[in-house]
Each structure stands twice: as structure tokens, then as C-alpha cells.
């Protein structure tokens, strides 16, 4: 029997054991690992989309088997690589093999169930019901479109099976398609054309022209159009008289088309050639070395990473480099493009759905052999891969928040080892993790100490807003940052200030009452947003207008707190007039390529002040900034996080390092409450090496990470008490499978509590060796699938990024 084993997709009945089917004869020869496929499922035999994990062409089975019912690839598009990783990446991140799977793939592949209504045996059924119908037997059908009334007939047909419900699978994934023309004559047979139409004929002469001098070339018919000034009316009279075969073909849609210039090569100063020869004497000999590459801000890592992809390209390998999220560092895509043209393909979340299968496909077909790309990148489908690096490795963003809850480190290592090819870790200031494995030994640290040309670092000050509002009574903007705001206008120097905001910053509060406003679905305030006049929720969307008065006393002594960016700017425009603001944040980037736009004119010096949240810290490199100003350094310091240290310090060295990056020297304030924070005081010295010996020490004592592994384990409902005992009954469970040695924190409420109408419970595991952990693990994940078909889900979070 021709048997192939299949990884479904069942919602809320997912397992990681794949289904055997049996292979129709017509598909035998199509058939291969790594398809996507539709098969029956269940009793009701009910279409669903999966991958062929195994093929058996003598297998033999026990009891009745289902057949495939349909391909949907003709070539595969997982590699036995990628197919491997899914499995491992399951049991590593306690997620289903094919969720791991479709979060490899474009999202257009997702094949999508459409519900349809069919109708079996039209007799004897209302007229109402027949009309849904129309002419067909067969209907799309959304059980929300219709009244209850129709509904309940529906159901009752069901049962008398005069209806059915189906579903149809439809595949997402479509290339675009253009017409493109091929001359099917030879230059003698239009030579002798020519002398036959007549004189006035002048778009057919034209044509004839274009066969005689390109007459083996295929090309598309807009450029025909375009570049051979011929109207389609003609093209279309040439095809009909046969001169030209017109055909539709596959075409790449390119974001980037034309955009780019190109970049040379730079002569390496001695410390990145140092950091290039070690890099790229691992790719050499197919050693899979972790390399840590610890490089101040401004110490030119983006150059020792564009030529240790180079030396990989010249062996004939591919290259894959990651970055933290790409539309927030245009800068970095204009310089690897620039470098590497049209090798290069881009992966990441500013691309349409259509754009993104472009660029996969290209690296697919071995197109593309440079990758550059956010989180999602790392499962890009490149062949002898020779080199990957991520950059910024210590950001947040590389963890994904929903199962699977891998971490792209992870999965570079799985891929450096599976490849045989280096794995370059870079950042100004590295996680704890990867700094504590480079000092074991387990990674090779390679430092950059210096910044480009020995520039120095710019000179950081703290500010006290305690004294500031005492003094002066200002919040947003010390004495001391406007004047140095003032005084860099006069020079024409540019300034970017960065306001530190985590969403619950603005908000609006009764003074006679303290009533605040919160979300009705969530437990949180609204926020405040000048440019709609709502309060919206960052979590739900859910939006109202702001009140006039409390909606809890009736007083209308309402006050506006916190800072968010409208309301700085706006401020900020009243204290310095004349001065041109740009502001960045997400709502003023929500259209795709404001990003761009912005930082373009920031950089044109279309602006003095570039004006932003933490989107602005990264990766920006305009040599005419010479004063950056934090203007809250605290937000991040008081969330109920274990990171909340190591986030504010790496935050502040970051934006810091935009400073003076070119001749002019620069300076940086940091307006703060809490002045004397080890994080704050370590970062006004930019001092990474103390920073990490002092929080190293903080978390030996707590026992926190990297000395204790951790996991977060949570259940929501829109019931809080059952979330709450489904979380007492899972840590009955592992206190009883547990040593003494693992330490449980909860059950507990997490942070946010009410989240979309659903409350939240979990508990944070921390242990060091626990050899029963895993199959715990597993076991709740298998176990507890069943309640979500009635919506009370269990997650387990291992590495949890934070604990709120
Ligand atoms: P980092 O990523 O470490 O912050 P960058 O790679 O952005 O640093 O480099 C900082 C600046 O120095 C950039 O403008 C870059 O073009 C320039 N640069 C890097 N390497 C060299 C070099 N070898 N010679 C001259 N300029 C360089
Ligand atoms: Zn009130
Ligand atoms: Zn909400």
C-alpha cells in the first residue's frame, strides 16, 4: 500500500502524532515530503489542511484508512531541514509540530476553511431556506449572516440530512501573474513583413522593428508598452496575425524596486578585521562557533557583518541576517541592499502578504542567497547557509509571544549546527544570557571597544526630576535639557528625544474623586489620543470619547495626566516655536513606509527634532544629532519584571549611542525620578561590563535567569474563577512531580488580570535540574486542549521574556 503520514491541522484538537493516509493512485507520482495537502478528518470527514511528513510505498496498516484528497503544492515547501527543525522546535517550545510548521511558512500559505451550505434533497424545504440558495446547490455560508430564525430551520434540515455543512479549503498562496509577449517570428519572416504592410501602419512597423532587432526575446507587455511606445490594441493585432505568442507569467512584486543605491566595501579598522578573520575562518571550515560580537555603539558591527556575509557568498554559500524589526531600521535594508543588490531578499512585517511570498518564493527557487529579515526570517528556506548573524541580539522582539513561543536564537543555533556555519551574536549590550555563556567559554567573545575613528561617547547626564518639579514645577522638559535644546537650534545641529512610554502613561483622572478611566474589556486605563479626541485601549482597540466630566462623581474637574507624545509635542512646540518637530510613534507610523518617510526627512534636515517613543533608540545613524534627551527614564524601571533592569539599561545605552556619531561631539540628558539606579547610574557611564557583573550578582540572589531556568504557565477565561481553579488543579500537578528544589511563584492573578474580556491566572516555575519537568509539561499541553473548545486555554511560556 502507497501510505504517506500527515501532520493535520485540527483547532483544538491538535496532536503531534501524524495521521496515516493512503495515497490515490493518481497522486503516486506527485506525491513528496514537505507538501502541503488536504485530507478528510473525522467522522464527519470534514476537509483540513496538512503536510506530508513521511511516505511509505509499502506500508502496510491496520483498519480502514481515509485517502488524500488533494495536493496543494506541486513542488515541497518545507526541506527535510525545515521539517526536521518543526519536530525538535515542538518539543523545545511545548507547541504543536503544526503550528511551528504554518509559523514557517508565508502566512498566504495558510490554506483557509470556508463554511459552506449544501443542499442535498431540495423537497419539502421552506422557500426562505431555497433562497439563500438561488440557482446552486452549494453556498458560502457565515453562521453570524443569519437571524436565529433561519438558523434554527437550518438545523433542523441538518438533522433531517436535506443539509449539509461542508468545508472548502482554498490555498492563499497565488503568484501574480502578467501577460508577456515572445516574437514568433524569425527577423527574415518580419524583413519580409516590412515590405508588406503599409507606410501609415505605424505601430505595426514598429512592432516589426522590435522582432527584427530583439527577435529571440521574451518580454513582459507593460514594457512594451512603455519602452517601445506600442498601445495594447496593436500588440493584441499582432498576436491575432501570429507574430507574437502572448503568455501569463509568474512576476515578483519588489518593494524595492529602484529604490536603493549601491554601497562600497569600507577599509576595516584593525578591530573588525579581526572580528571578520575569526568569522570567517569558522564559515571556512564549517564550524557551527557561536561568536558574541560585543561592539559599542557607533563601533561599525553592520560593516564587519556585510563582510563576513561576503566572504560566505564567495564560497558559494548563503547568508541569513537578522534584525530586530526591520521596518524600524530602513537605514540597515539601504545599506545590505545597497551592498548586495538583488541577491538580497527581504522578510519582515512592513511587506504586504502578497510582497512577503515574493521574497520567499525568490529564496525558494535559489534566487535570493542573502536573507534579511525580522524574527520570522530565521525560517527562511535558504540551502547551505555559510553564515547567520543577529543583530541587536539582547531585543525583545526576537521572542515570539504566541505558541509557538520559540526564541530565534534558538532556532539560529538549531539552524548554525544543522548547516555547519557560524553564528554571530552582536550587540552594544548583549543579554545576560549570551554575555554569561561567552565568559564560560560556551560562545567566543570578539569585542569592538572602540567607536569608529576613536570618536568617544558622548557625555551622558542625569537629571533629578524630583528637585526639577520641586523647583520649577515642569515634568516633561528640566531647565537644563531646554536650554541644550535651545542651544543646538542656534547651531543648526539636529536633537532626537525619546519619551519612554509602556501605553499606561496618558491617562485621564478625576482630582475630586480619582476615578480613572478604564477599559470595559480589559484591566487597564485608557489611553488618551488628541488627534481622534478618544480614549482607546492598546490592548482591545476599544475606543470612547473623552469625558467632560467623571463618570464616576459627576465632577468635572477631569485632569489629563501623563505624557504622551501629542501632548509633549505640543508642548514642546509652545516652548521652542520656531522650532520644526517630526514625531514618531505608532501613530504616526501606522501607514506602511512612514517609517521611511520620516527618518528620511529627518535626515534630509527637513527637521530639527525628531520626536519618539522607543522606536526611535535603535539603529539610527545621522551624523548631525548631537544632543539626545530621555525624557522619562523610569516607565521601564517600574513594571513587576525581573528584566525591568536589564531593559532600562540597554534602552538608555542604546539612545545614548545615537549621539555624536560623526565629528561633532555629543551629549545626552537622562531626566529620571530615581537618579541613583544602579541601571540609570551604569548607563549614564555606559559602562556595560559593571552593569552586567552587578545584575548578575542581583539574579544569582534571587534566582533568576541565567542562573535558574524559568516557565510561565497561564489559563484564561472570561470566567475568572475558573481560570483561577484550572490554575490551583495544574499546580497540584507538578508540586507533586516537582523536587523541593523548583521554586513556585502563584497561583496568582497575572499582572494584567483582564485582558479582552478574559481573566488571566498563572504561576512562574524557576528550577535548575528537573529531569520530570518536560514530561509535565507535555502532559499539560495534551491534557488540557480539550477545554479550549470551551474557550478556557492553557499556556505554557518556557523563557518567559517577562512575568507579567
Ligand atoms: P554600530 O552598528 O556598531 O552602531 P555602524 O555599523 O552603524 O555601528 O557604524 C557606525 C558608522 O561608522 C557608520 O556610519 C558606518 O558607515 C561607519 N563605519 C563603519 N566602519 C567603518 C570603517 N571601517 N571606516 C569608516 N567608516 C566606518
Ligand atoms: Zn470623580
Ligand atoms: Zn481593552
Known amino acids: ?103 514557517m511558512l508565508p502566512s498566504v ?46 438545523i433542523q434540515y441538518r438533522k433531517e440530512n436535506k443539509l449539509s455543512v461542508e468545508y472548502k479549503v482554498s490555498d492563499g498562496a497565488k503568484a501574480k501573474k502578467i501577460y508577456a509577449i515572445k516574437p514568433n517570428l524569425t ?36 514594457k512594451l508598452v512603455h519602452d517601445f511606445d506600442i498601445p495594447e490594441a496593436a500588440i493584441k493585432s499582432a498576436v491575432d496575425k501570429g507574430w507574437f505568442a502572448r503568455f501569463l507569467q509568474e512576476e515578483y512584486r519588489n518593494p524595492y524596486q529602484g529604490k536603493i543605491g549601491t554601497n562600497k566595501p569600507l577599509k576595516l579598522n584593525d578591530d ?71 541577491r538580497v531578499a527581504m522578510l519582515h512585517s512592513g511587506l504586504s502578504n502578497g510582497e512577503k511570498y ?136 539636529q536633537i532626537v528625544l525619546m519619551l519612554n512610554r509602556r501605553g499606561y502613561s496618558s491617562f485621564v483622572m478625576c482630582r475630586s474623586c480619582g476615578f480613572v478611566l478604564h477599559c470595559p474589556n480589559c484591566d487597564i486605563s485608557l489611553t488618551l489620543h ?79 527634532i525628531l520626536l519618539g517613543t522607543q522606536m526611535i533608540a535603535k539603529g539610527l545613524d545621522f551624523p548631525n544629532v548631537t544632543l539626545v534627551g530621555v525624557l522619562n527614564a523610569d516607565t521601564s524601571l517600574d513594571l513587576p519584571d525581573f528584566r525591568s533592569s536589564e531593559r532600562t539599561f540597554n534602552l538608555l545605552t542604546q539612545v545614548s549611542g545615537r549621539a555624536g556619531r560623526a565629528e561633532k561631539k555629543g551629549l545626552v540628558y537622562i531626566q529620571t525620578f530615581n537618579p541613583d539606579h544602579y541601571a540609570i547610574r551604569l548607563a549614564q557611564r555606559q559602562d556595560y561590563e559593571l552593569f552586567y557583573r552587578k545584575e548578575m550578582n542581583v539574579r544569582h540572589q534571587t534566582n533568576y535567569p541565567p542562573y535558574y531556568f524559568t516557565v510561565k504557565i497561564s489559563a484564561s477565561d472570561v470566567n475568572e474563577a475558573k481560570a483561577a481553579a484550572k490554575m490551583y488543579e495544574i499546580a497540584k500537578i507538578l508540586k507533586a512531580k516537582l523536587s523541593d528544589q523548583a521554586i513556585m511563584l502563584g497561583p496568582s492573578p497575572s499582572s494584567i488580570l483582564k485582558l479582552k474580556n478574559k481573566y488571566y491566572y498563572q504561576i512562574i516555575i524557576k528550577y535548575k535540574n528537573e529531569p520530570n519537568m518536560k514530561p509535565c509539561l507535555e502532559y499539560i499541553l495534551n491534557h488540557y486542549q480539550k477545554d479550549a473548545q470551551k474557550g478556557l486555554y492553557v499556556n505554557i511560556d518556557p523563557d518567559p521574556l517577562n512575568f507579567m
Not at 28 to 53: A, H, T
Not at 73 to 86: A, G, I, K, Y
Not at 188 to 197: M, R, S
Open 187 to 222: 527577423t527574415e519572416q518580419a524583413k519580409e513583413e516590412l515590405t508588406k504592410v503599409r507606410k501609415n501602419s505605424k505601430n505595426l512597423i514598429k512592432i516589426l522593428d522590435f522582432i527584427i532587432n530583439h527577435n529571440d526575446k521574451e518580454i513582459a507587455q507593460r
Open 358 to 493: 515574493d521574497e520567499w518564493r525568490r529564496v525558494n527557487n535559489g534566487e535570493a542567497d542573502v536573507v534579511v529579515g525580522a524574527r520570522s526570517a530565521i525560517f527562511a528556506p535558504l540551502d547551505n547557509i555559510g553564515i547567520i548573524i543577529m543583530d541587536e541580539e539582547h531585543e525583545a522582539s526576537y521572542k515570539q509571544d504566541d505558541s509557538p513561543r520559540y526564541h530565534t536564537r534558538d532556532v539560529a543555533k538549531w539552524r548554525a549546527s544543522f548547516h555547519n556555519c557560524p553564528l554571530v551574536l552582536g550587540s552594544a549590550t548583549p543579554s545576560l544570557e549570551s554575555r554569561a555563556r561567552a565568559t564560560k567559554g560556551v560562545y567566543q567573545l570578539i569585542k569592538l571597544p572602540h567607536r569608529i575613528n576613536n570618536q568617544s561617547l558622548p557625555e551622558v547626564r542625569v537629571i533629578d526630576m524630583k528637585e526639577e518639579v520641586k523647583n520649577s514645577g515642569q515634568e516633561d522638559f528640566s531647565s537644563e535639557l531646554l536650554s541644550a535644546i535651545n542651544n543646538r537650534l542656534q547651531k543648526h545641529e
Open 272 to 342: 573588525q578585521q579581526s572580528a571578520v578573520d575569526r568569522i570567517s575562518a569558522a564559515t571556512n571550515r564549517n564550524q557551527d562557533t557561536v561568536f558574541l560580537l560585543e561592539g559599542v555603539t557607533g563601533s561599525g558591527k553592520t560593516e564587519v557583518y556585510l563582510q563576513s556575509i561576503q566572504k560566505a557568498l564567495e564560497l558559494g554559500k548563503t547568508a541569513l541576517m537578522l534584525v530586530p524589526e526591520i521596518s524600524l531600521t530602513p537605514q540597515m535594508v539601504k545599506r545590505v541592499k545597497g551592498r548586495f543588490g538583488n
Open 530 to 608: 488628541m488627534d481622534s479626541r478618544t480614549m482607546k485601549c492598546h490592548y482591545c482597540g476599544h475606543e470612547e470619547p473623552i469625558p467632560n466630566k467623571c463618570k464616576n462623581c459627576g465632577s468635572k474637574k477631569i485632569r489629563y495626566y501623563g505624557t504622551g507624545t501629542q501632548k509633549v509635542q505640543e508642548k514642546l512646540q509652545s516652548l521652542v516655536p520656531n522650532a520644526r518637530i517630526l514625531r514618531m510613534d505608532v501613530d504616526t507610523t501606522r501607514r506602511k513606509g512612514s517609517h521611511e518617510r520620516i527618518l528620511q526627512k529627518f535626515g534630509n534636515g527637513e527637521a530639527d
Open 1 to 103: 500500500m502507497n501510505l504517506a503520514k500527515v501532520i493535520v491541522d485540527v483547532p483544538t484538537m491538535q496532536t503531534n502524532e501524524p495521521y496515516t493516509y493512503l495515497v490515490p493512485d493518481e497522486l503516486n507520482d506527485k506525491l513528496q515530503k514537505g507538501m502541503r495537502v488536504i485530507v478528510p478528518f473525522g467522522n464527519g470527514g470534514r476537509k483540513i489542511q496538512g503536510i506530508v511528513w513521511d511516505i511509505d510505498n509499502n506500508g502496510t496498516f491496520d483498519g480502514e484508512l481515509k485517502e488524500i484528497s488533494g495536493l496543494l503544492d506541486l513542488d515541497p515547501v518545507l526541506n527535510t531541514e525545515l521539517l526536521d527543525m518543526s519536530k525538535w522546535m515542538a518539543e523545545k517550545t511545548y507547541s504543536f509540530q503544526i503550528s511551528c510548521i504554518l509559523t
Open 109 to 154: 500559505m495558510r490554506a483557509k476553511y470556508q463554511k459552506q451550505l449544501v443542499l442535498n434533497d431540495s423537497s419539502e424545504i421552506d422557500d426562505d431556506i431555497l433562497a439563500i440558495f438561488g440557482d446552486d446547490n452549494v453556498v458560502d455560508f457565515d453562521v453570524d449572516e443569519y437571524p436565529a430564525s433561519v438558523l434554527k430551520k437550518i
